[in-house]
C-alpha cells in the first residue's frame, strides 16, 4: 500500500525559510509527477508546484522566486524549499503523487506551515 510522509513543517516568522519532505513508501513503481497543494482555512486546496521524473517543474504564480521543488528519484522524495515565507503562506501542505505504472493519485496526511507576521 503507497503511503505519502510529510515532515518539515512548523511555526517560522515572516521572511524565514522552512523545507518539507515527502517520502514514499510501499511502491514499487515511480511516480511520474510528485508535487505540493496547501489548503488555508476557509479556502480551496490549491498547487503550489510539482515536478516531474524528467525535472520539469510547475509552480504557482503566488510562489515563484520564493519556493523551489525538487525530487530524489531514487529515494522517492520530494522536497519543497521555501524562502521569503509570507504570511499568506500558511497553510497545510499536502504531498501528492501519481504512480507511472497505476495512474492513480495519492496523497499524503498534510503538514502545518505557520507563518507569524
Known amino acids: 500500500q503507497v503511503q505519502l510522509a510529510e515532515s518539515g513543517g512548523g511555526l517560522v516568522q515572516a521572511g524565514g525559510s522552512l523545507r518539507v519532505s515527502c517520502a514514499a513508501s510501499g511502491s514499487t513503481f515511480s511516480f511520474a509527477v510528485m508535487g505540493w497543494y496547501r489548503q488555508a482555512p476557509g479556502k480551496q486546496r490549491e498547487l503550489v508546484a510539482m515536478?516531474?521524473?524528467?525535472?520539469?517543474?510547475n509552480y504557482a504564480d503566488s510562489v515563484k522566486g520564493r519556493f523551489t521543488i525538487s525530487r530524489d528519484n531514487a529515494k522517492n522524495t520530494v522536497y519543497l524549499q521555501m524562502n521569503s515565507l509570507k504570511p499568506e503562506d500558511t497553510a497545510v501542505y499536502y504531498c501528492n503523487a501519481v504512480g507511472d505504472k497505476d495512474l492513480r493519485t495519492y496523497w499524503g496526511r498534510g503538514t502545518q506551515v505557520t507563518v507569524s507576521s
Open positions: 515536478i516531474s521524473t524528467g525535472g520539469g517543474t
